[in-house]
């Protein structure tokens, strides 16, 4: 029988333990490898002899230098895990906040923020919703999130995100809900890994999180999680919830979920993933 061919994508000076983990365990797999690092000088041609070899590829990379690569590969042919489409209308914010409205699915109250910064103030008046939160439609990491407790407050936040980054890209409101921060892991159709976030601070993603411990998941989380993940069409994904007044709202998705909320899980989750991937590769077949 012929040897799957992955290709994996990411974007590092070197292997880091991700890498290494999935090149240890594609090896008990009977996997073969290919290595696409964003990081290095990728030529056209070169990409293009090294995607004929693979059956799939899976990117492990938010980085934009690695989702240019996801798009030059689907342009010369190979199919990438998830495809770059995600990147410019699942995962933008305020197109997931639509997706969720338009298949009811519970989620914090979102308005879209005008480009002229007097609009968008009155914009939040209106709303109500103070403290509020302020988000540019896409970023990972809890980058470009921030809080305003009032309209003078908005105003720095909006001119703050305007002025830090080389895109002036739109930016929504969302109601403040205290809560903590319910990650659930899917690969495939299948939840692998659950994890509560906390902090003592109001932010309970990126760099503000910690992990507390595991969840259960009761029917109606399940219900949604099901919802969320054939809406969104991201295979391999982390569904940040909340709860509101104890009923479970969606928060956003993410493509490339950590593996690292548990250490002692890193190993499971990587090999879930390499058994989802081998399955598409024999479906295609």
Same mark, same amino acid.
């Given at each position: ?12 000076? @070197? ?7 999935? #090149?240890?365990?594609?090896? @008990?797999?009977?996997? $073969? ?9 990728? !030529? ?6 090294? %995607?004929?070899?693979? =059956? ?17 590969? $689907?342009?010369?042919?190979? @199919?990438? *895990? ?9 995962? !933008? ?7 969720? +409205?338009?298949? +009811?699915? &519970?989620? &914090?109250?979102?308005? #879209? ?10 914009? #939040? ?20 999130? !921030? ?15 305007? $002025? ?8 929504? /409101?969302?109601?403040? *809900? ?25 932010? /309970? ?11 259960? %998941?009761?029917?109606?989380?399940? +219900? *949604?999680? @099901? ?12 569904? =940040? ?14 493509? $490339? &979920?950590?593996? =690292? ?13 390499? *058994? ?10």
């Amino acid at each position: 029988m012929k040897k799957a061919v992955i290709g994996y994508i990411y974007c590092e000076k @070197k292997l880091q333990r991700d890498e290494k983990i999935f #090149l240890r365990l594609a090896k @008990k797999n009977s996997i $073969e490898m290919v290595m696409f690092n964003a990081f290095d000088n990728l !030529d056209e041609e070169e990409i293009e002899n090294e %995607i004929k070899r693979c =059956d799939i590829i899976f990117n492990n990379s938010a980085e934009e230098i690695a989702i240019e690569l996801v798009k030059t590969i $689907e342009e010369l042919g190979g @199919k990438v *895990i998830d495809p770059s489409k995600i990147y410019y209308y699942i995962e !933008d914010k305020w197109m997931f906040f639509l997706k969720c +409205k338009e298949n +009811k699915i &519970p989620t &914090p109250e979102t308005i #879209l923020l005008s480009e002229s910064i007097n609009t968008a103030v009155e914009q #939040l008046k209106s709303f109500g919703k103070w403290p509020v939160v302020l988000k540019r439609v896409s970023g990972t990491r809890g980058e470009y999130v !921030d809080k305003a407790d009032n309209p003078n407050d908005a105003r720095k936040v909006i001119k703050r995100f305007w $002025e830090k980054g080389d895109d002036r890209l739109p930016i929504i /409101a969302q109601e403040l *809900i205290h809560s903590p921060c319910y990650r659930v892991t899917v690969v495939g159709e299948k939840i692998v890994q659950t994890a509560v976030k906390n902090t003592k601070d109001w932010k /309970a993603t990126g760099e503000h999180s910690k992990t507390l411990e595991e969840f259960t %998941i009761d029917d109606e989380l399940e +219900k *949604i999680i @099901k919802k969320v993940t054939k809406v969104s069409g991201i295979s391999v994904c982390g569904i =940040d919830f909340l709860k509101k007044d104890g009923k479970w709202v969606v928060l956003e998705v993410n493509a $490339e &979920p950590g593996f =690292d909320f548990f250490e002692n899980q890193r190993e499971k989750l990587i090999e879930e993933t390499l *058994i989802f991937l081998k399955g598409k590769i024999k479906n295609r077949r």
